[in-house]
């Protein structure tokens, strides 16, 4: 087993537990990963998930080179379909997937996690996608999700020089939503996923699947989806036990 959950208050806790290996992705690991985020998508006792990596010296290094040194065509090719559904997974889970990242996130580590919804790093956190240093280029998604988030030019820069990326400069150019002590990285994501967990389960579904889809549309296309998802909602009863507590002063009961 290499994946270890928990559930505290409304949040499942995922820790890729290879510190050994620098938490680094083989295909019983990402096998075992998307078993257990589907797990903690599926159970009732579960609001926000928060991905880490065990140890101090890494989120995920990356995926198991020596692995992949002795792989063919057709095995490369399954091996990045299995991290593209992984990453899928994590982007389109109807729960909030927060990334907290300590050490390396490099190669897959970085790419899945661009794929969740929300980044924390601490201070030492350092990103890279060094693939081109070894004859490949990101095959987790890399090359779609990094532009989409930070704009093309420096997703450029960092894919094709294979740099590394400091947490500030993570920070400044949006590739994550905030920098924090090490030793304060679990509680500053418990605290996100607290405040996530006070609103209603169904208004934060919608609106993933409304930023998700958001770079795949024209405005005018994607503001008349916006408009039927918000109409939809009139419809649920969390919608009207929300409107109804905010009128009556009190907090709602999701």
Known sequence: MFIKTKIAKLIGHLIIDRPESLNALNNMVLDEL???????????EVRVIIVSGAGDKAFIAGADIKLMQSMD???????????????SLIENSNKPIIAAINGYAFGGGSELALSCHIRIASEDAIFSQPEVKIGLLPGWGGTQRLPRIIGKGI?????????????????????????????DLISSCNKIADSIIRN?????????KLVNISSNLNLKAGL???????????????????????????????
Request: hydrophobic fraction near 40%; aromatic fraction near 6%.
């Open 73 to 87: 065509k057709k095995e490369a090719l399954n091996f990045a379909k299995k991290g593209h559904l992984l990453t």
């Open 34 to 44: 998307i078993m257990k985020i589907n797990e903690l998508i599926s159970d009732s």
């Open 155 to 183: 997703a450029n820069e960092i894919i094709l020089t294979g740099m590394n990326i400091s947490a500030e400069r993570a920070y400044e150019i949006g590739l994550v939503n905030k920098v924090v002590k090490k030793d």
């Open 224 to 254: 008349e989806i916006e408009a039927k998802r918000f109409s939809n909602l009139f419809e649920t009863d969390e919608t009207s036990e929300g409107l109804t507590a905010f009128v009556q002063k009190r907090p709602p009961k999701y």
């Open 200 to 208: 209603s389960p169904n208004a934060i579904n919608e609106s993933i």
